[in-house]
């Protein structure tokens, strides 16, 4: 069974800077997109940033200029940089990959365990 490994959160002040790693925990045949949600609490879980497999990005507004998606493809891993964190970031982030995991298996969506931001203020 595939499961995406998150590391990377945790507590910094407002205006500091978090880097969120996401890897896949054996090896698979293929991933497609790659993405970072996050859920802020008492709210809906909402895409900060996405990455294709050919490198597009796209972002949510609140983090544009502020946050950077990438990818390694040879490790199957994406990364979050999270610069200039405000406390309105703090929330717990969720990594999402479409995996296909096995020659004889399907396309389907795997999501991390979720890891704790949280920005002081």
């Known amino acids: 069974q595939v499961q995406l490994v998150e590391s990377g959160g945790g507590l910094v002040q407002a205006g500091g800077s978090l880097r969120l790693s996401c890897a896949a925990s054996?090896?698979?045949?293929?991933?497609?997109?790659m993405g970072w949600y996050r859920q802020a609490r008492g709210k809906q879980r909402e895409l900060v940033a996405r990455?294709?497999?050919?490198?597009?990005?796209n972002y949510t507004d609140s983090v544009k200029g502020r946050f950077t998606i990438s990818r390694d493809n040879a490790k199957n891993t994406v990364f979050l940089q999270m610069n200039s964190l405000k406390p309105e970031d703090t929330a717990v982030y969720y990594c999402?990959?479409?995996?296909?995991?096995?020659?004889?298996?399907?396309?389907?969506?795997?999501w991390g365990q979720g890891t704790q931001v949280t920005v002081s203020s």
């Open positions: 054996r090896s698979i045949i293929s991933i497609n997109a």
């Open positions: 999402n990959a479409l995996i296909l995991p096995t020659a004889w298996g399907t396309w389907r969506d795997y």
């Open positions: 990455i294709t497999s050919a490198g597009r990005t």
